[in-house]
């Protein structure tokens, strides 16, 4: 399994935009550094969730060789697990970002991450 590159889309001092396509064959992205003068992040997921598909952002502390990855949450405590098109802002500040396709086949998502300061 390959692991998906991120493209910035926008890169401004307030605000940044960051994209991934995530498929079953690319289930996972490339971890991004969160950075702490954007304390307002979201998570937009789009596309077809074929089979099954379920999407989670997760993020780690980890500086080095991260192994330990773990599911973000929404304001209101739950896990940002998306099994369809939606918008979700996310409560925690982790060290890095990925988003993980934790099931599904015939997948292929369009995620954006927006950080703003």
């Known amino acids: 399994m390959a692991t998906a590159a991120y493209e910035v889309?926008?890169?401004s001092a307030r605000m940044k935009v960051i994209k991934w396509t995530?498929?079953?064959t690319n289930a996972d992205g490339a971890p991004y550094t969160f950075s702490g003068r954007f304390p307002d992040k979201s998570l937009h997921v789009f596309g077809t969730f074929g089979?099954?598909?379920n999407l989670k952002g997760q993020g780690t502390n980890e500086v080095s060789a991260p192994a330990?990855?773990?599911s973000l949450n929404d304001p209101q405590g739950?896990?940002?697990s998306f099994t369809a098109a939606k918008i979700e802002q996310i409560l925690e500040n982790a060290y890095l970002f990925r988003p993980y396709l934790s099931a599904g086949t015939g997948v292929t998502l369009t995620v954006l991450l927006c950080l703003k300061g």
């Open 22 to 24: 995530i498929t079953t």
């Open 78 to 80: 739950n896990e940002l």
């Open 68 to 70: 330990n990855w773990y």
């Open 9 to 11: 889309l926008h890169d």
């Open 51 to 53: 089979t099954g598909g």
